[in-house]
């Protein structure tokens, strides 16, 4: 077989591997360093800077893809929390979920691509200072699209379900509002900024709950 067949067919044997054997464990990407390693709700994390952490797992398909996450942590008054999806390894970029609190009301301001919706979550009761949400990011359409439960449920999907109660949030509602042309997220990292101490548990990244 002279030189040049031989180039030919190790070029045809590369063009073979596809895009997807290329993403989070086969290189490495769900890895975190181990200096400075700690366990926070669960889960391996690394300090990212003073208060910001990078939590272990990475977005599927290089962040093309939809993923669930859930949030228990506990947000007494003058307490703040950050969560960040589909971000860098260095929180930045992505989609940010600030959680504050008025009196026992819970307040959400959404960030993503430079559009932001900020919400007082009516849908949501906060008892003994814990918030419980189980967290949609659908990243594999055209504009992402947003939905939020209680993890106790219930957990529709529908249009108007921000109103209705059968979700705490669905962008979808907001669209023409807030998310129009708001567009895909550009990480497949995650992490949060703030005491960890008021982490409960997390998970994540899982299989989307919706496939609206």
């Known amino acids: 077989m002279n ?39 669960g889960l391996e994390a690394t300090d990212v800077e003073a208060d910001s952490y990078l939590l272990k797992g990475t977005a599927s398909n290089g962040g093309y893809f939809s993923h669930n996450f859930k949030v228990k942590f506990k947000l007494p008054k003058e307490e703040e929390l950050t969560f960040f999806f589909y971000t860098s390894s260095k929180l930045q970029g992505g989609s940010k979920f600030t959680f504050s609190r008025v009196e026992n009301e819970l307040v959400l301001e959404m960030e993503a691509n430079g559009k932001s919706h900020k919400k007082t979550l009516e849908n949501f009761s906060l008892e003994d200072d814990t918030v419980n949400l ?35 949030y669905n962008s979808e509602d907001f669209a023409f509002d ?6 895909r997220l550009n990480g497949v990292y995650w992490g949060f900024k703030g005491d960890k101490s008021l982490i409960l548990s997390l998970e994540g990244p899982l299989e989307a709950l919706s496939d609206a």
Not at 178 to 183: A, D, F, N, R
Request: aromatic share 8%.
């Open 178 to 183: 807030y998310w129009l042309g708001v567009g």
């Open 3 to 41: 030189n040049m067949l031989k180039i030919m067919m190790l070029f045809l044997s590369l063009s073979f591997i596809s895009c997807g054997q290329l993403m989070g464990d086969k290189t490495g990407a769900n890895d975190l360093p181990e200096i400075g390693l700690k366990t926070i709700g």
């Open 134 to 168: 189980s967290i949609d990011l659908h990243n594999d359409h055209t504009d992402v699209h947003l939905l939020i439960w209680n993890a106790e449920g219930p957990f529709g999907d529908q249009e108007e379900c921000s109103f209705e109660g059968g979700c705490i």
